[in-house]
């Protein structure tokens, strides 16, 4: 398995932008499926975004977030991020990194076999 960590989370107003990183470590990174997932309090963990193959980069979105955010990767670096504009309050989680080396089904957290411990992202009004 590959290991993941996240950063870059933080405290951000309403309209505002973070980007968020996932550093990799262990096997080939380009070989892994990339994604994000986040989870407020008392929710379940939904997924946000992810790629839908290792080397190609097409990526799905959640609607809520579709136009606002946009996953990317850098295989030289072994690193994925989420870039997050117009974030909005209802936008606050901790968000999770994920990984795996198939991409089906890629909106079941039960689809991915690696995650980072999450970044706290929290937007004020």
């Known amino acids: 398995q590959v290991q993941l960590v996240e950063s870059g989370g933080g405290l951000v107003q309403a309209g505002g932008s973070l980007r968020l990183s996932c550093a990799a470590s262990g096997r080939t990174f380009s070989s892994y499926v990339m994604g994000w997932f986040r989870q407020a309090p008392g929710k379940e963990r939904e997924f946000v975004a992810s790629f839908v193959y290792s080397g190609i980069d097409i990526s799905v979105y959640a609607d809520s977030v579709k136009g606002r955010f946009t996953i990317s990767r850098d295989n030289a670096k072994n690193t994925a991020y989420l870039q997050m504009n117009s974030l909005k309050p209802e936008d606050t989680a901790v968000y999770y990194c994920?990984?795996?080396?198939?991409?089906?089904?890629?909106?079941?957290?039960?689809?991915?076999?690696?995650w980072g411990q999450g970044t706290q992202v929290t937007v004020s009004s």
């Open positions: 994920a990984a795996d080396l198939v991409g089906t089904a890629v909106r079941s957290t039960t689809a991915w076999g690696s």
